[in-house]
């Protein structure tokens, strides 16, 4: 499986990306909004774009839709319940799904609600796991809930779901928020000293370049992972007094992504 990331350089930092079977040249392409850097890429390297895959329904990631079609005749795919809301869908998604890509590659479909709640992510098959995670998992952040989702919802996915993932999944998310995630994790958990050197070498970052983390990194520098800090739990009771004396990991996830919407 060949994986192409594609800077986006817009005000909203989106990530757009092309994966490939390296046998036929058959690629997927996912949110591709900036179609144009999409389909050059896919020609430059002679690459056939055949389906197009939404995480959700946000126009950010669904933008680019008409123009990758009308140059490639590619079959658009996401989540079953956000047909009324993405123009022009052929498959509509659901966990468990298999998306194969040339003879090589195959995705398996996570239902993932949280950012919306027709979200999906991708799951490579493949001896080096990658999750095309789009705003679900950010590298050391979450994504908002404001345009249709529940962080009810989004604890959920990252408890049940994304916690459980090998740690050597590699993280492909929808955008790059990366130094700003990793402030606000240093914000809410200061001694946290991975995250500081993390910060340290990533801050001037080229991100046609980006680094790739994998989970084990988002579980050592991602606040939304790190639910038993003791620093975390208690820089939370400085700010929400009426915390309980044994206060659940869901109450954390929580009152995290409520400090995050204003931070």
């Given amino acids: 499986m060949i994986v192409e990331q594609i800077w986006t350089a817009n005000a909203y930092r989106?990530?757009?990306?092309?994966?490939?079977?390296?046998?036929?040249?058959?690629?997927?392409?996912?949110?591709?909004?900036?179609?144009e850097k999409c389909l050059a890429a896919a020609?430059?390297?002679?690459?056939?774009?055949?389906?197009?895959?939404?995480?959700?329904?946000?126009?950010?990631?669904?933008?680019?839709?008409?123009?990758?079609?009308?140059?490639?005749?590619?079959?658009?795919?996401?989540?079953?319940?956000?047909?009324a809301?993405?123009?022009?869908m052929d498959r509509g998604l659901g966990a468990g799904d298999?998306?194969?890509?040339?003879?090589?590659?195959?995705?398996?479909?996570?239902?993932?609600?949280?950012?919306t709640m027709a979200h999906v992510c991708m799951m490579s098959r493949t001896a080096q796991p990658a999750l095309f995670c789009g705003d679900?998992?950010?590298?050391?952040?979450?994504?908002?809930?404001?345009?249709?989702?529940h962080p009810n919802e989004l604890?959920?996915?990252?408890?049940?779901?994304?916690a459980n993932l090998p740690d050597d999944t590699l993280i492909y998310p929808g955008h790059d928020y990366m130094v700003n995630n990793l402030e606000f994790t240093l914000d809410r958990e200061p001694d946290n000293?991975?995250?500081?050197?993390?910060?340290?070498?990533?801050?001037?970052?080229?991100?046609?370049?980006?680094?790739?983390?994998?989970l084990a990194m988002e579980k050592e520098i991602n606040t939304f992972f790190r639910?038993?800090?003791?620093?975390?739990?208690?820089?939370?009771?400085?700010?929400?007094?009426?915390?309980?004396?044994?206060?659940?990991?869901k109450t954390v996830f929580l009152k995290l992504r409520e400090l995050r919407n204003s931070w």
């Fill in 14 to 35: 989106n990530f757009n990306y092309l994966i490939v079977c390296p046998d036929t040249g058959e690629a997927m392409a996912v949110d591709p909004l900036d179609h």
């Fill in 43 to 83: 020609k430059k390297n002679g690459w056939q774009i055949t389906q197009i895959l939404n995480t959700h329904e946000h126009g950010d990631h669904t933008g680019g839709n008409d123009d990758v079609v009308a140059a490639t005749g590619a079959k658009i795919l996401a989540h079953a319940n956000a047909k």
């Fill in 85 to 88: 809301k993405i123009p022009n």
């Fill in 98 to 115: 298999v998306i194969k890509v040339g003879k090589t590659v195959e995705l398996e479909c996570l239902d993932t609600p949280g950012h």
């Fill in 136 to 149: 679900t998992l950010f590298n050391a952040g979450a994504g908002n809930c404001h345009n249709g989702g």
């Fill in 155 to 162: 604890y959920h996915t990252f408890a049940t779901q994304l």
């Fill in 193 to 214: 000293e991975r995250a500081k050197t993390l910060l340290d070498d990533i801050g001037d970052q080229d991100p046609n370049e980006a680094l790739v983390s994998t």
């Fill in 227 to 249: 639910l038993h800090s003791p620093t975390v739990i208690a820089r939370l009771r400085e700010e929400f007094s009426d915390l309980p004396d044994e206060v659940d990991p």
